[in-house]
């Protein structure tokens, strides 16, 4: 058997960030093979990993990846057991790994279970667990394409928002960026009328009905009261009719104007994460 030293030992450490003596435990069950001991640490911590699945993953951080030509990118949600790991750089550099590898793919909307499953991503979920111990799960990924992509991450990581323009905006302001914080605040229910299901429209508009009969409307009444209330619906919750939560900087102006101020006529994708949401 080879002789391990502690030099095997510290080097095996500063590959896998492990402890020492299981450095050395996986130097000697590998008679010194550098290689094979990694293999063999990850093979150990993936059973370990399995063993932990069903533990409560409240927490996690939101990731987004954007190319350089700002036209493709994607947004994911990456869950873990405590705040602290989710703050952790393994964790963040490894949230920031799988959303890349979810802008590489093909599907919009892949399911999280085939990307945890891809042979990269598999190791780095063995490997990072043996740094920080907890169970982590890929609880949702979106990937998109569009002329003018731009996103948001709130400062603790736990809220994100990707969205796809049909055009970069011609302004000195950072129209982008600052529609993504609007995203992340309003929260809407679609970009602009037409995305909005036609349920939620039919809700509103029988519960105005309903009181107005009940007040004793008459038909004619009653229809531009419930035509008032659905209007009211779109400029809460349609992103495009909302007034633009930045006033100091653009005014009482809805999304719609704001943008078309600045060259763009839509928002053709819109994606808003958050964490445990």
Known sequence: MAAITAQMVKEL????????MECKQ??????????????????KHKGKLADRADRATGEGRVAVYIDEARKLGAIIELQCETSPVAKNDFFVDFANAIAKKVADGSES???????????????????????????MNIKCCRRMEGNYLASYVHHDGKSGVLLALD?????????????CMHALFTNPVAVDRDGVPKEEIETVRKQALDMAAAEGKNESISEKIADG???AFYAERVLVEQLHVKADDYGKKKVGDVLKEASVSAVTDLVVTKVGG
Do not use: H
């Open 167 to 179: 055009a970069e905006p011609k302004s000195e302001q950072n129209v982008a960026g600052d529609l």
């Open 13 to 20: 450490r500063a590959k896998t960030d492990l402890p020492m």
């Open 229 to 231: 209330k659905v209007n």
């Open 26 to 43: 996986a130097l000697s069950e590998c008679d010194g093979d550098f290689d094979a001991s990694v293999d063999w640490l990850r093979k």
């Open 109 to 135: 909307s892949p399911d999280p279970e085939a990307i945890r499953q891809v042979p990269e991503i598999d190791a780095q979920f063995t490997d990072v667990y043996g740094r920080l111990r907890e169970t």
